[in-house]
């Protein structure tokens, strides 16, 4: 009985010790997901303000391509002048035909500059409005564009500048209440924080070290990435 009990206990340590570590993997898995969730959704984000703003500068850009057409197209027409012929009795003849003809003479002399001025005119019009409409939407572009540089850094990229900027090695609840000091609106979770903590370190930004049941990490050299960077580029080209 005493072989049965040892046994049963034995088999009962290991299912208690497997259960413990798929348990832990299963927690580890859990943060590491939520933190590729919060990622995507901050991508996400900069993909949304990004669209707004290109929609904004399509609308400007249509609008500006709009009036230029219209004034371009609104170009001034000068009518025709008639001239009036009066009818001359039979011993005036003479006289009438070399009117006729003098009038003829004037009225096609006045259309015809008439008509340059009014070419003339037309055409400034259309360069001015031209050039009216290539710089509004280049303003309006520039102010559009302005927003973008306003957006916010990545939680992988302010865990690692705050570890660049320790001169010890700092746990992940340091560095999360530090984030959360210097950005409140940020909502850093501890959880967070430690998966994102080890996503640098898998890719070799990051140093972890052990001190007794607690994990501190530090920043690695500035070489390092760009040597990796380096490589890695010599390999894709």
């Known amino acids: 009985m005493s072989e049965i009990q040892a046994h049963a206990t034995g088999l009962t ?9 798929d348990l832990e993997r299963n927690v580890k898995e859990q943060e590491r997901i939520s933190a590729e ?7 996400l984000g900069a993909l949304q303000h990004d669209h707004s703003v290109l929609v904004s500068m ?28 009066p009818r001359q009795s039979t011993p005036k003849k003479a006289a009438a035909t070399s009117a006729k003809t003098t009038a003829s003479k004037k009225g096609a002399a006045k259309a015809t500059s008439a ?13 001015s409005a031209k050039a009216t409409s290539a710089k509004a939407p280049s303003a309006k572009a520039s ?14 990229n302010l865990i690692r500048g705050h570890l660049e ?3 010890e090695p700092r746990s992940a609840t340091e560095v999360s209440a530090a984030l959360t ?11 967070v924080v430690r998966t994102t903590l ?16 607690s994990v501190f990490y530090t920043a690695t050299a500035a070489s390092e990435p760009a040597a990796a960077e380096s490589q890695q580029e010599t390999v894709a080209g």
């Open 165 to 167: 900027q320790q001169s």
């Open 37 to 43: 969730i919060e990622a995507l959704q901050e991508q």
């Open 58 to 85: 399509q609308e400007a850009l249509g609008g500006a391509n709009a009036v230029g057409e219209a004034d371009t197209t609104a170009a001034p027409t000068v009518p025709r002048q008639a001239t009036a012929e």
């Open 13 to 21: 340590s290991q299912y208690i010790a497997q259960v413990t570590g």
């Open 115 to 127: 008509k340059a001025s009014s070419a003339k005119a037309s055409s400034a019009k259309a360069s």
């Open 143 to 156: 102010s559009a564009k302005a927003p973008t540089t306003d957006a916010k850094p990545t939680l992988v």
């Open 181 to 191: 000091n210097a950005h409140p609106d940020r909502g850093v979770k501890t959880t």
């Open 198 to 213: 080890e996503g640098l370190v898998a890719k070799s930004q990051a140093q972890r070290t052990k001190q007794g049941s």
